[in-house]
């Protein structure tokens, strides 16, 4: 969308929105059943070592998003989240959730419809703002793309019924995101299994594992683009939480790792991703993180990758750090250092970036 | 229409508890959990979310405690947003439809009361810090209020429980009557500490100052959830040593070191109260966590 457009739509859109929650019971309209909605917003100055992409030099608005969320009736919830990003020419808006929730399904059973994320591993289903470092994971991008996978379809989940926390979720969706065939009438099936420990009444340890089948797109992974095939990912993940009880926002700790195998017919090698990282609250409001992570593919032409490609790599080191001043629930300012490593000594990059993240209204609760 | 109503009846039908065995009671605090197996006697089973060491506005959600919520006949929470960052997380994962908003099995134990303190009058905003747009939830430091809740809490299992309505409503009571002239004691044994101005450490203890006629002259951190800037604090102690200020208050998962700073340089004796049932050794009780409140400021002001 043209930014002058964007701009004059998100002005009368905010002020029609002011006039109705202004308006009095007179003209039949009530801010009481209003959604909840709030903005966060995502500002980042970067600057790279080399040109090996001469975009993330400079400052920016990395992201803007905007969530509504309601009750809509005794049977329903519903959440709607429209993002902000920059594009070729000004700003963009995309849906990146667009959902109802059943809300009085017996035994347990969700049922989720519409545009999420889809629940496969710890980060993908993860929105930008709550990314523990201010990019993905190489080795997530690398087979996912930057954004994650946010998909049209339907999800089940349910608690197995075991002596511990296990959620299975379900689902079946219109792949549209790049590394699917979005040609294609076949549908995008996944699962994933996770498994929550209590260690005590401080600490979590979580066990994932994920599953997705589905067309993928044309010349994924090298494969013949005259070829249609299918892609199976499989990922896995582990997590430790921490939370000291002494103060609150006390000292905390978060670790996780993540692999992810895709499995595709015609693609050369073992391409595979992976990302460990761990975060530690050293004092109330600080953080510290730091991160490595790997991509592995052979790509005979790297830079023809298209979705696959960060900077046209083939084979990429990552390893990151940074520190977190978060003052309250709703800020937060993040300094990293992340550098990227070609493996052949030649494209090696490193960026140093500046993030600020900010959140204003009335924002649900984010999951453990 | 008539699909709607069937579904409406089905949701009913799937939202009664199941009949035979206790009901099992999910709450969110401990005051809440002590009052719940007081009202329920053998009729319930409670299940307790936030232990009682733990700070209620910031207990991590998890997902553990989303399966107790799932089993819940009956959620009895705190209310005036309190729990509003873990709470919701909790029920989306539990899928509990009993205990969703509007059921049977929903009860807001806010409703209980007949005054809510320092609801805004003028809008709020976040300079204000992590503030509670719907007034001070911290309301069960005042034990009149404990009692209020759990008579609501009466009226709920009986509505759960109709055959075992009787013996709800008779324990509601019989709580009254015990605790009416322990109320009356506290109320009587605090009379050295309310002629004392005192500093507390967060916003927490107003009902309690409400209640026992307490004075509180400022909090060292004066925006809920955000670190006190070194200026506040500074003109807080210039305050409290010019009112004669000799005890701070402070909750156990406060941030003491802030507080024993301050109450340094204010040259006052930092007293760490139970701000909730099971926070503090001898505090296991709601009326033994109003014993130790009473006993230690009255103490302090002794000293």
Redesign the interface.
């Known amino acids: 969308m043209h930014p002058v457009r964007l701009s004059v739509l998100l002005a009368v859109s905010l002020t029609a929105g002011l006039a109705l929650a202004q308006s009095a019971t007179s003209t039949g309209v009530s801010r009481d059943l209003n959604p909840a909605l709030s903005v966060n917003t995502l500002l980042l100055g970067r600057v790279a070592d080399k040109d090996t992409d001469a975009a993330v030099n400079g400052m920016d608005l990395q992201e803007a998003e905007m969530q509504f969320t309601s009750?809509v009736d005794?049977?329903w919830k519903a959440n709607l989240i429209l993002a902000v990003h920059p594009a070729d020419e000004g700003y963009e808006v995309e849906v990146e959730v667009a959902t109802i929730?059943a809300?009085?399904?017996?035994h347990?059973?969700?049922l989720k419809l519409g545009k999420d994320y889809l629940p496969f591993g710890k980060h993908a289903p993860l929105h930008t703002h709550q990314y523990p470092f201010i990019d993905p994971p190489v080795g997530l991008q690398g087979f996912l793309g930057g954004e994650g996978l946010s998909e049209v379809g339907a999800r089940l989940?349910h608690?197995v019924p075991l002596p511990?926390?296990a959620?299975l979720d379900v689902y079946a969706v219109d792949g549209g995101a790049e590394i699917f065939d979005a040609a294609s009438r076949d549908l995008v099936f996944g699962a994933r299994f996770a498994n929550?420990l209590?260690l005590g009444?401080t600490a979590?340890l979580e066990l994932g594992g994920s599953w997705l089948h589905g067309p993928h797109a044309p010349g994924f992974l090298d494969t013949d683009p005259a070829v249609a095939g299918t892609l199976d990912l499989l990922g896995a993940d582990i997590t430790y939480?921490w939370?000291s009880?002494?103060?609150?926002?006390g000292p905390a700790c978060e670790v996780t790792a993540e692999v992810i195998l895709p499995q595709v017919d015609g693609a050369a090698g073992d391409p595979f991703g992976w990302y460990a990282n761990a975060r530690y609250r050293f004092a109330?409001?600080w953080w510290v993180g730091a991160q490595v992570g790997g991509l592995d593919r052979d790509l005979a032409d790297p830079a023809a990758a298209g979705p696959a490609a960060l900077f046209g790599w083939d084979k990429v080191r990552e390893t990151k750090a940074n520190l977190t001043w978060a003052?309250?629930?709703?800020s937060a300012l993040r300094l990293e250092v992340a550098h990227y490593d070609d493996q052949i000594g030649q494209a090696d990059d490193t960026l140093v970036s500046l993030q600020a993240n900010f959140t204003?209204g009335s924002h649900?609760?984010?999951?453990? | 229409m008539r699909s709607l109503l069937m579904a409406a009846a089905l949701a009913a039908l799937l939202s009664l508890p199941a009949a035979g065995g206790p009901l099992h009671v999910v709450c969110t605090l401990t005051d809440l959990g002590w009052l719940a197996e007081q009202v329920g006697g053998p009729e319930v089973e409670v299940t307790v979310l936030c232990p009682g060491e733990y700070d209620p506005h910031v207990l991590p959600a998890r997902p553990s405690l989303a399966r107790a919520v799932g089993k819940a006949d009956l959620l009895c929470y705190n209310g005036l947003d309190l729990e509003v960052g873990w709470l919701p997380v909790l029920m989306d994962k539990a899928r509990n439809s009993r205990v969703r908003a509007g059921q049977s099995g929903d009860l807001d134990c806010s409703h209980a009361l007949d005054r809510v303190l320092e609801v805004p009058t003028a809008g709020v905003s976040r300079a204000q810090g992590d503030v509670h747009p719907h007034g001070n939830p911290h309301y069960l430091l005042d034990p009149r209020n404990g009692l209020r809740v759990a008579h609501l809490m009466a009226d709920r299992l009986a509505e759960l429980r109709p055959e075992a309505a009787a013996g709800f409503h008779a324990r509601a009571d019989r709580l009254d009557a015990d605790l009416a002239p322990r109320i009356a004691a506290w109320y009587a044994a605090a009379a050295p500490v309310r002629a004392r101005p005192l500093v507390n450490q967060t916003k927490q203890w107003e009902y309690l100052a409400d209640w026992l006629g307490l004075e509180f002259l400022g909090a060292v951190e004066h925006r809920p959830g955000i670190a006190p800037s070194p200026r506040h604090v500074d003109d807080l102690v210039r305050q409290a040593m010019a009112a004669g200020v000799r005890e701070l208050v402070a909750a156990p998962w406060n941030h003491l070191d802030e507080a024993r700073g301050a109450a340094d340089r204010m040259d006052a004796t930092l007293v760490v109260l139970p701000a909730a049932v099971g926070s503090l050794a001898g505090a296991e009780t709601y009326p033994a966590m109003f014993d130790v409140i009473v006993q230690k400021l009255v103490a302090a002001a002794g000293e």
């Open positions: 009750i005794p049977f929730d809300s009085l399904l017996p347990g059973f969700g989940s608690a511990w926390y959620d929550l209590d009444d979590t939480k939370v009880a002494s103060s609150s926002q109330r409001s003052p309250s629930e709703f204003i649900p609760a984010h999951m453990y």
